[in-house]
């Protein structure tokens, strides 16, 4: 059936300049109210919400507007008016006119959603995934959806005006090796063989690099088997990038400018460059994580020399077999922690990893502590001055024989006491570069060292010698760029060397034959003048959620799957018929 009422003004755009002018609007009903002789209702399109009356002096629009309910969308034809002083609502735009209806067309009917469609609506997420398309009119979620919009626009715009070309890659491509498990696709013309969606375009863009294109970026689509979190999904999407004939300092100053721009067009938020450089083991000993929040204080202080001369034997055991004694002054933490509390942070610490927490409260009768008596007054105040700790303060620390797991927990505990205690500042900004990632870290499931980035990132240059010998201690030319105790993105400079990829992959447990077989096609094509190249990747649904303040990943993506990689719109994954498994030359066993 032809639409009678043609559309003329989104129903958010008008404003009290449109008074008097005859207005075509579509969309769907918010609510409607009757208030015996005048009908209110409360229209809605993307662009926001406007109130249209309806009396009986248009009787037949009159009598439509009767039969109208919540979520039914219509066409209404009528005059803008000013709304009564006593009728405005300031808290909307739309707030100080009305629309006087004359005309209404009923385009489509709706059944009671289970739902409300407002912001504050309490609706369990399942149901929100379930009926997305619901979920999809909330004001929240709409902007959510249009933000992103916004935010690959900047992007693209950025980089247009910085000379780099958007090119796609393929979608159906080749497993490889190395990083999370490959989503499989069986080839039907190909019986018995796979192709594997992509984790990332990686050596694609490498090639696109020996290819000539010099500076590429693409909105990718990226997909990886893995477990799932708040800010993880099965499928996501990634801005990745690659330059030629560049190095560290280059990739991180131009993305330092790409952020800013992007930022500052999409949000209030100001971003000033460049931003703060650490090293990966700086990062890991300040703040026991590679992601480092930065927005309070609270760094971990090494206490390792002031008391391996104790008589603490914990302390004492883990030095001297190789470990560390750690700790974090928690600034008025006497007065915060009742002796009780503490001992529900040294079990909090024991769930981060630690075997135990030792502790020293300055009280204002004296110093409290179960391992005073193992420490001479003199290595007390040499403890608390390395802490700049006064009275009120308290002290925490772990010790162990393994570095890493003194770190880890640690930090884990200081992100821990900081949300507990209020100490992050939600509307601060801080974004940083972690720079000279570890070449090589150990993985205890396959009993090996694997790459800490990928298989395709160079080490620095004055640690090449080390994968002789030593390669689990060579650096990389590897960066990630944090926000607020998130990565946002990571990179590196590559290996553009047949001879030193080969070597990598030598050390990586990785035969001749092996490597040529999973990435022949990027060695055969060092082969041909490969100009020296680097770039990153960013996850944009997590970028989006961190400018949006979001808590859940899931909120800026337009249809989600659940923790479990499922979709309860559509109700993938999903059995599918025998004789499309039969085509696939695929038998179930299950």
């Given at each position: ?152 626009k900047a992007i693209r715009d ?73 800010d993880r999904q099965p499928e ?355």
């Open positions: 059936m032809e639409k009678k009422i043609k559309r003329n003004f989104y129903c958010g755009d008008l404003r009290e300049e449109h008074e008097g002018n005859d207005v075509c609007l579509s969309g769907w009903v918010q609510t409607r109210r009757d208030l015996g002789g005048l009908i209110f209702v409360d229209l809605r399109d993307r662009s926001g919400i406007v109130q249209v009356v309806f009396n009986p002096e248009y009787e037949e629009a009159f009598k439509k507007a009767d039969e109208i309910r919540s979520e039914y969308v219509i066409s209404v034809r009528g005059k803008v008016s000013k709304r009564p002083e006593e009728n405005v609502n300031p808290k909307i735009p739309t707030g100080y006119i009305e629309i006087i209806g004359q005309e209404i067309e009923i385009l489509s009917k709706a059944k009671t959603p289970p739902f409300l469609i407002e912001d504050d609506a309490k609706v369990d997420e399942i149901v929100r995934l379930k009926y997305r398309y619901l979920d999809l009119r909330r004001p929240k979620m709409k902007e959510n959806i249009i933000f992103r919009s916004k935010l690959n950025f980089l247009d005006e910085n000379g780099f070309i958007e090119v796609e890659t393929p979608i159906l491509t080749k497993s490889t090796p190395e990083g999370a498990r490959d989503y499989l696709v069986p080839s039907r013309l190909n019986p018995g063989k796979f192709y594997a969606l992509p984790q990332s375009p990686q050596l694609f863009k490498q090639i696109l690099m020996i290819g000539g294109m010099e500076r590429y970026y693409q909105i990718a689509r990226c997909f990886r088997d893995e477990d799932l979190r708040a996501f999407t990634q801005l990745d990038m690659e330059m030629s004939f560049v190095d560290v300092d280059d990739v991180i100053s131009l993305n330092e400018k790409l952020i800013k721009y992007v930022v500052e067009r999409v949000t209030d938020i100001k971003v000033n460059i460049p931003f703060p450089r650490i090293t990966y083991n700086e990062a890991m000993e300040k703040y026991g994580s590679d992601k480092p929040d930065t927005r309070f204080g609270m760094e971990m202080v090494d206490v390792s020399d002031a008391v391996i001369n104790s008589d603490f034997k914990v302390f004492k055991d883990a030095v001297e077999n190789g470990g560390k004694v750690k700790g974090i002054n928690i600034v008025n933490g006497s007065n915060l922690f009742s002796r009780r509390q503490i001992d529900e942070l040294v079990e909090k610490a024991k769930e981060f990893g630690a075997k135990g927490l030792a502790w020293i409260n300055i009280a204002e009768e004296g110093i409290k502590s179960p391992i005073a008596k193992f420490f001479s007054s003199e290595q007390i105040e040499n403890l608390i001055s390395k802490f700049n700790a006064k009275t009120g303060d308290l002290i925490v620390f772990v010790a162990d024989k393994d570095p890493e797991l003194v770190m880890t927990s640690l930090g884990s505990l200081r992100l821990y006491l900081a949300k507990t205690l209020n100490l992050i500042e939600k509307d601060k900004f801080n974004f940083l570069w972690v720079t000279e990632f570890p070449l090589l870290e150990y993985s205890e499931e396959e009993k090996r060292y694997v790459a800490k980035h990928h298989p395709f990132t160079s080490p620095m240059d004055e640690d090449i010698y080390l994968l002789e010998s030593e390669p689990w201690k060579a650096r990389a030319k590897a960066y990630d760029i944090v926000l607020n105790g998130t990565e946002l993105g990571g990179g590196s400079i590559r290996i553009h060397n047949t001879d030193l990829q080969e070597k990598m992959f030598e050390v990586l447990g990785f035969s001749k034959e092996r490597a040529w077989n999973n990435f022949g096609f990027l060695l055969k094509a060092f082969e041909y003048g490969t100009p020296p190249h680097g770039g990153i990747a960013y996850g944009l649904d997590r970028m989006a959620m961190l400018l949006l303040g979001l808590d859940s990943i899931r909120d800026c993506i337009a249809f989600p799957k659940t923790q479990n990689a499922s979709c309860p719109l559509t109700d993938a994954p999903s059995e599918v018929d025998q004789k499309q498994l039969k085509e696939l030359h695929i038998q179930l066993k299950i």
